[in-house]
Protein backbone atom coordinates (compact mmCIF):
# COMPACT_ATOMS: atom_id res chain seq x y z
CA UNK A 1 0.00 0.00 0.00
CA UNK A 2 2.86 2.52 0.85
CA UNK A 3 4.36 2.11 -2.08
CA UNK A 4 1.20 2.75 -4.04
CA UNK A 5 0.98 6.35 -2.51
CA UNK A 6 4.24 7.50 -3.31
CA UNK A 7 3.63 7.85 -6.96
CA UNK A 8 0.11 9.60 -6.01
CA UNK A 9 1.91 12.23 -3.90
CA UNK A 10 4.44 12.79 -6.72
CA UNK A 11 1.77 12.94 -9.02
CA UNK A 12 -0.08 15.78 -7.01
CA UNK A 13 3.43 17.67 -6.40
CA UNK A 14 3.37 18.14 -10.37
CA UNK A 15 -0.31 19.71 -10.55
CA UNK A 16 0.71 22.07 -7.92
CA UNK A 17 0.76 24.98 -10.56
CA UNK A 18 -2.54 24.34 -11.67
CA UNK A 19 -4.03 24.59 -7.93
CA UNK A 20 -2.70 28.27 -7.23
CA UNK A 21 -5.36 30.58 -7.53
CA UNK A 22 -5.28 33.18 -9.87
CA UNK A 23 -5.58 35.81 -7.75
CA UNK A 24 -2.30 34.55 -6.12
CA UNK A 25 -0.68 34.09 -9.49
CA UNK A 26 -1.53 37.65 -10.33
CA UNK A 27 -0.32 38.78 -7.79
CA UNK A 28 2.88 37.37 -7.47
CA UNK A 29 3.71 38.57 -11.17
CA UNK A 30 2.98 42.05 -10.54
CA UNK A 31 5.41 41.72 -7.65
CA UNK A 32 7.88 41.78 -10.46
CA UNK A 33 8.14 45.27 -11.45
CA UNK A 34 7.04 48.71 -9.76
CA UNK A 35 3.73 49.77 -9.52
CA UNK A 36 3.08 51.90 -12.06
CA UNK A 37 3.63 49.49 -14.43
CA UNK A 38 2.80 46.19 -12.86
CA UNK A 39 -1.04 47.90 -12.16
CA UNK A 40 -1.72 48.12 -15.62
CA UNK A 41 0.66 45.25 -17.23
CA UNK A 42 -0.52 42.37 -18.73
CA UNK A 43 -0.75 38.92 -16.54
CA UNK A 44 0.59 36.11 -18.66
CA UNK A 45 1.35 32.35 -17.51
CA UNK A 46 4.96 31.66 -19.55
CA UNK A 47 2.27 29.58 -22.11
CA UNK A 48 0.82 32.75 -22.80
CA UNK A 49 -2.55 32.09 -20.97
CA UNK A 50 -3.74 35.81 -20.12
CA UNK A 51 -4.87 36.31 -16.46
CA UNK A 52 -5.63 39.36 -16.59
CA UNK A 53 -5.86 41.94 -19.83
CA UNK A 54 -3.43 45.28 -19.56
CA UNK A 55 -2.12 47.92 -21.86
CA UNK A 56 -0.12 46.58 -24.90
CA UNK A 57 3.30 47.43 -23.28
CA UNK A 58 4.60 45.78 -20.08
CA UNK A 59 3.46 42.10 -19.74
CA UNK A 60 4.72 40.40 -16.02
CA UNK A 61 4.78 36.80 -15.39
CA UNK A 62 4.34 35.02 -12.08
CA UNK A 63 6.82 32.10 -12.86
CA UNK A 64 9.03 31.39 -15.81
CA UNK A 65 8.24 27.72 -17.96
CA UNK A 66 6.88 25.26 -15.88
CA UNK A 67 8.86 25.90 -12.58
CA UNK A 68 6.43 28.03 -9.98
CA UNK A 69 9.56 28.71 -7.95
CA UNK A 70 10.85 30.53 -10.49
CA UNK A 71 11.03 34.71 -9.22
CA UNK A 72 8.22 36.98 -11.41
CA UNK A 73 9.30 39.21 -14.19
CA UNK A 74 7.51 42.32 -15.79
CA UNK A 75 9.31 42.18 -19.57
CA UNK A 76 8.44 44.81 -22.05
CA UNK A 77 7.06 44.07 -25.56
CA UNK A 78 10.84 42.74 -26.91
CA UNK A 79 11.21 40.83 -23.57
CA UNK A 80 7.69 39.38 -23.87
CA UNK A 81 7.73 38.38 -27.59
CA UNK A 82 11.57 36.94 -27.06
CA UNK A 83 10.62 34.78 -24.49
CA UNK A 84 7.26 33.86 -25.44
CA UNK A 85 8.87 32.91 -28.76
CA UNK A 86 11.52 30.52 -27.48
CA UNK A 87 10.47 29.75 -23.89
CA UNK A 88 12.56 30.29 -21.07
CA UNK A 89 14.95 27.21 -21.94
CA UNK A 90 15.33 28.29 -25.51
CA UNK A 91 17.35 30.48 -28.14
CA UNK A 92 15.90 33.89 -27.29
CA UNK A 93 17.45 35.17 -30.66
CA UNK A 94 19.02 38.64 -29.29
CA UNK A 95 17.62 40.03 -32.20
CA UNK A 96 16.22 43.42 -30.57
CA UNK A 97 16.83 45.54 -27.39
CA UNK A 98 14.55 44.57 -24.76
CA UNK A 99 13.92 45.71 -21.10
CA UNK A 100 12.65 43.22 -17.77
CA UNK A 101 11.97 43.82 -14.09
CA UNK A 102 12.87 41.28 -11.86
CA UNK A 103 12.25 43.51 -8.14
CA UNK A 104 10.91 40.50 -6.31
CA UNK A 105 13.80 37.89 -6.65
CA UNK A 106 17.09 37.76 -4.00
CA UNK A 107 18.95 40.17 -6.04
CA UNK A 108 15.81 43.09 -7.12
CA UNK A 109 17.44 43.89 -10.76
CA UNK A 110 16.17 45.41 -14.46
CA UNK A 111 17.68 42.97 -17.24
CA UNK A 112 18.50 44.46 -20.80
CA UNK A 113 18.90 42.19 -23.72
CA UNK A 114 20.23 43.71 -26.72
CA UNK A 115 20.84 42.48 -29.95
CA UNK A 116 24.09 41.00 -31.97
CA UNK A 117 26.01 40.88 -28.47
CA UNK A 118 28.85 38.45 -29.02
CA UNK A 119 31.12 38.96 -26.82
CA UNK A 120 30.67 39.56 -23.08
CA UNK A 121 34.50 38.61 -21.89
CA UNK A 122 35.13 40.49 -18.40
CA UNK A 123 32.05 41.48 -17.59
CA UNK A 124 31.01 40.60 -13.97
CA UNK A 125 28.84 37.67 -13.85
CA UNK A 126 28.23 37.85 -9.57
CA UNK A 127 24.73 39.06 -8.81
CA UNK A 128 26.03 39.30 -5.11
CA UNK A 129 28.49 41.98 -5.51
CA UNK A 130 26.40 45.19 -6.50
CA UNK A 131 27.51 45.57 -10.14
CA UNK A 132 26.06 45.27 -13.07
CA UNK A 133 25.97 41.64 -14.27
CA UNK A 134 25.70 39.41 -17.45
CA UNK A 135 24.09 35.81 -17.98
CA UNK A 136 24.04 33.79 -21.05
CA UNK A 137 21.29 31.68 -19.80
CA UNK A 138 18.98 31.49 -21.11
CA UNK A 139 20.28 33.99 -23.30
CA UNK A 140 22.97 37.05 -23.67
CA UNK A 141 21.05 39.46 -21.51
CA UNK A 142 22.64 42.07 -18.45
CA UNK A 143 21.10 42.56 -15.20
CA UNK A 144 21.46 45.95 -13.58
CA UNK A 145 20.95 46.02 -9.81
CA UNK A 146 18.15 47.78 -7.83
CA UNK A 147 18.06 48.78 -4.63
CA UNK A 148 14.21 48.50 -2.91
CA UNK A 149 14.19 52.05 -1.18
CA UNK A 150 11.13 51.68 0.57
CA UNK A 151 12.33 48.62 2.19
CA UNK A 152 15.65 50.16 2.66
CA UNK A 153 13.89 52.99 4.37
CA UNK A 154 11.73 51.06 6.40
CA UNK A 155 15.21 48.94 8.00
CA UNK A 156 16.81 52.46 8.20
CA UNK A 157 13.92 54.07 10.07
CA UNK A 158 14.21 51.18 12.54
CA UNK A 159 17.76 50.93 12.99
CA UNK A 160 17.35 54.80 13.62
CA UNK A 161 14.30 54.36 16.24
CA UNK A 162 16.85 51.06 18.06
CA UNK A 163 19.72 54.02 18.27
CA UNK A 164 17.33 56.64 19.38
CA UNK A 165 15.73 54.05 22.08
CA UNK A 166 19.52 53.24 23.31
CU1 LIG B 1 16.91 38.34 -14.11
Known sequence: MKKLLLP???????????????????????????????????????????????????????????????????????????????????DWGNSATGFSYMLAGGYPHLMVIVPELESYEGFNTDPGDGKTWVMSFPALHFMIPIEMEAEETEEEMATEADEADE
Open 8 to 90: LVAGAFLICPAVLADEDLIAKAMSAGPEAIASKATIMLPDGTVLREGSDYWTCFPYFGTNVDTDPMCGDPTWTATMLAGGIDG
